[in-house]
């Protein structure tokens, strides 16, 4: 005999279990894991959907109160099903419960109101509607009269036109439906994040001698028995997207579909616009700005065919394509990528998973690949392939590199550097565009006491207040909000005040210094709303500014030709957060920013503002030269144990109460040691997390680094099993996050 686990529902966290189902006879054969069930449900009996997520022969209780499958959804293999395997392979591989992965990679319930559109058609014979014509034009119905009449004429009204032009009130609609006269029939209306209207059609791109190279030796490993991914290392500027859609042309022909992934929402508007003008209408968008109705109707028309390439980021992974061909990652380096709820899974990882469930191709591109990608294109893991030179043969930008020391030093306290201003003066007066970048968002800082040192924090998170320009205090984790104080609270000294290193005091000091400036401004706080990135982006584009300042999304993969200086506020901001990725970052992040510039006809030049003036990540962006980046960073990853030398995993744990939280990772610290005995585990921990409290839940981690991925995911295992059977942990909220 033969049993299923089965997951009843997941729009329900208290139906977080499995529940076992016999195999009836007849599909033992047929049954297989990820398969769509219905069964027999509760105490009426009442057939839901279940998914599959287990077969075994021992059953959990008496076989005789187990109740059978009515039947499979389908017999063959379904989107559905390798979306469900996928799930699988995310909970065991990032520690979450099943529902917690099924709920990530099938995002769209049912229950999601499809919009329709509503038309009256006529349903009787035209020669049986016109005596019933007769028969009402002697009667003093006018409008069943009106709409008789129409439909006759036109066979199918559109039912609010109808309403509106004869008069077809819901009364009429309804007697002459009881009647028998005419029926109703609704049109589905997919909502569509894309207005083509705008957008001109352009025919293929002649990709230049380089480029070409570069298809052809990704598409000869696609004929591999079993093709690797590929890395496409393309210095900025190079044409990468190009050649995405040189590969994408090749899977349409076949009659497959792919996805595009992007790393920002803030880069969707102009990545969609070029695989539009490309592709046209077989080309959709996904991102977190839409309503669940707008993302439920693209799933759909991905399902239904109706779409061939997704565009989006992270989320786009799970598009339930029928026949998935390709996976393209763009800017794969970006943090993004990683989910930051359960299960904290890796696009990339997660890309390469679900290509060999459906036997697609998977394509990472950056001109500053992740040391992870790099690492594996180095050993052979993944194919490497370069773009060494920009496309039309542009010259790569000019750099600087200012001591912000300097500065200081000969009387400049601007945040613009004089090199930085000189600059900016040429260019506005050749009419040409500027960017200004800097890591931080609005008009923020925090805010400290000369005298003592005191910096206000938020009493319900471990982290500083930022300044605001309405003289408020804002926390930006909680949202917990105070005035200033005009004195400070801990010494009375009247010297506090804010540091301000925000992108609205950035806007204010170039209005400043250059009068009649016209000057945008994108940061967290100018694109809350939706369609805020557009609007922005398109206003740019169109000239509207001279000067764009913004944080990271200005730097990521935008194309403005006009564009001929890059201006870096402060280099430094990344190069000091509590990450051992943070030199990986930097570089990453100035690399990026200095691509901005001279892609158009002019040439571009770039100015790194710094106090690190001889870090070599700053050196390396400066130079554009990844390979020296890359071997200097493995050094020190190496020597400390970090990835991609070593595997991580972080035991994040967060509870209310500090005690019990401090207690729980204390017994779990001990219980790695005791199923783990050999010396080649590296514990650290138990500790604070950088934020050691949020919203008032308290957070703790443990780190664990081992060479073999597969060791740290068996302690995982073994510890799940552990929380789940002791009591002691049912206040406590466990994740685990693997690097």
């Known amino acids: 005999m033969i049993y299923a686990d089965i997951i009843i529902d997941i729009s329900s966290e208290k139906l977080d279990k499995t529940f076992q189902y016999r195999v009836p006879e007849e599909l033992e054969q047929e049954i297989k894991v990820g398969m769509v069930v219905s069964i027999p449900f509760g105490n009426g009996n009442k057939i839901r959907k279940g998914y599959v997520i287990g077969l075994t022969d021992k059953p959990k209780v008496d076989p005789d109160r187990i109740k059978a499958i009515s039947q499979c959804s389908s017999g063959q293999e379904t989107t559905e099903s390798r979306l469900i395997i996928l799930a699988a392979w995310m909970r065991e591989n990032y520690g979450s419960t099943m529902i917690q992965a099924l709920k990530t990679v099938l995002p769209i319930?049912?229950?999601?109101?499809?919009?329709?559109?509503r038309y009256l058609c006529l349903n009787v014979s035209e020669e049986e509607g016109r005596k019933i014509l007769e028969g009402l034009e002697k009667t003093r119905f006018k409008a069943r009269t009106r709409l008789l009449r129409e439909l006759l004429d036109k066979k199918r009204l559109e039912y609010t036109l109808a309403a509106k032009e004869l008069g077809a009130t819901s009364a009429v609609v309804g007697k002459m439906k009881?009647?028998?006269?005419?029926?109703?029939?609704?049109?589905?209306?997919?909502?569509?994040?894309?207005?083509?209207?705008?957008?001109?059609?352009e025919p293929a791109l002649t990709l230049n001698r380089e480029q070409e190279q570069a298809a052809e030796k990704i598409l000869q490993e696609w004929e591999r028995p079993e093709p690797r991914p590929v890395l496409l290392q393309g210095v900025t500027g190079s044409g990468k997207t190009q050649v995405y859609m040189r590969l994408i042309e090749e899977i349409l022909a076949k009659g497959q579909q792919a996805v595009v992934l992007i790393p920002e929402i803030a880069l969707t508007y102009q990545t969609v616009r070029r695989f539009y003008a490309r592709f046209g209408e077989k080309v959709s968008v996904i991102n977190s700005r839409q309503s669940q109705g707008e993302r439920y109707d693209q799933f759909k028309r991905a399902r239904g065919g109706g779409v061939q390439v997704m565009v989006g980021p992270r989320s786009a992974l799970f598009t339930p394509f029928p026949d998935l061909g390709l996976i393209i990652i763009d800017e794969e380096h970006e943090p993004s990528y990683k989910s930051e709820s359960?299960?904290?899974?890796?696009?990339?990882?997660?890309?390469?998973?679900?290509?060999?469930?459906?036997?697609?191709?998977?394509?990472?591109?950056?001109?500053?690949?992740?040391?992870?990608?790099y690492s594996r294109a180095q050993s052979g893991e993944y194919g490497l392939v370069k773009l060494t030179a920009r496309y039309g043969d542009r010259p790569m930008p000019q750099v600087s590199v200012i001591d912000l020391r300097e500065e200081l030093r000969g009387g400049n306290r601007s945040v613009l550097s004089r090199s930085l201003q000189e600059k900016m003066k040429e260019r506005l007066e050749k009419k040409e565009q500027i960017m200004l970048f800097l890591n931080r968002r609005g008009y923020a800082g925090f805010v400290s006491c000369r005298s003592?040192?005191?910096?206000?924090?938020?009493?319900?998170?471990?982290?500083?207040?930022?300044?605001?320009?309405?003289g408020r205090l804002l926390c930006h984790y909680c949202g917990y909000e105070t005035r200033k104080p005009q004195v400070c609270p801990q010494c009375g000294s009247p010297y506090i005040g804010g540091f301000k290193a925000g992108t609205q005091q950035i806007e204010k000091v170039v209005r400043d210094t250059f009068p009649g400036v016209r000057t945008l401004r994108m940061d967290f706080d100018t694109t809350r709303n939706k369609g805020s990135y557009e609007q922005i982006l398109a206003a740019f584009a169109a000239h509207e500014a001279d000067v764009l300042v913004g944080t990271q999304m200005i730097v990521k993969g935008h194309d403005f030709p006009d564009v001929t200086l890059v201006g870096?506020?402060?280099?430094?901001?990344?190069?000091?957060?509590?990450?051992?990725?943070?030199?990986?970052?930097?570089?990453?992040?100035?690399?990026?920013?200095?691509?901005?510039?001279?892609?158009?006809?002019?040439?571009?030049?770039?100015?790194i503002q710094t106090y690190h003036p001889e870090h070599y990540s700053i050196q390396a962006s400066a130079a554009q030269d990844y390979q020296t980046f890359y071997e200097e960073e493995m050094s020190y990853r190496m020597l400390l144990d970090y990835p991609p030398a070593s595997h991580m995993l972080a035991i994040?744990?967060?509870?209310?109460?500090?005690?019990?939280?401090?207690?729980?990772?204390?017994?779990?610290?001990?219980?790695?040691?005791?199923?783990?005995?050999?010396?080649?585990?590296?514990?650290?921990?138990?500790?604070?997390?950088?934020?050691?409290?949020?919203?008032?839940?308290y957070r703790q981690v443990i780190y664990l680094k081992h060479k073999e991925y597969k060791t740290l995911v068996r302690i995982k295992d073994q510890m799940e099993k552990y929380i789940e059977i002791n009591s002691g942990f049912r206040k406590i909220y466990i994740q685990f996050d693997f690097s």
């Open 568 to 607: 870096v506020i402060a280099a430094d901001l990344s190069l000091n957060a509590e990450d051992y990725r943070c030199g990986e970052r930097t570089f990453q992040l100035l690399c990026q920013a200095v691509g901005r510039c001279g892609r158009g006809m002019k040439a571009g030049e770039a100015v």
């Open 652 to 697: 994040l744990g967060s509870g209310e109460n500090e005690e019990v939280l401090t207690q729980a990772m204390h017994y779990l610290e001990l219980y790695i040691y005791r199923i783990y005995r050999e010396k080649d585990l590296h514990v650290i921990g138990p500790a604070y997390a950088a934020i050691g409290k949020v919203k008032d839940i």
């Open 342 to 373: 359960t299960p904290r899974y890796h696009a990339r990882e997660t890309a390469i998973a679900r290509a060999g469930i459906e036997h697609a191709r998977v394509v990472l591109g950056s001109a500053t690949p992740s040391l992870e990608a």
């Open 452 to 470: 003592c040192g005191f910096v206000v924090k938020c009493p319900h998170c471990d982290v500083s207040l930022s300044e605001h320009n309405n």
């Open 178 to 201: 009881e009647q028998g006269i005419l029926r109703i029939e609704y049109d589905e209306i997919f909502r569509n994040s894309i207005d083509g209207k705008d957008i001109p059609r």
């Open 109 to 117: 319930q049912e229950k999601i109101r499809a919009k329709e559109k």
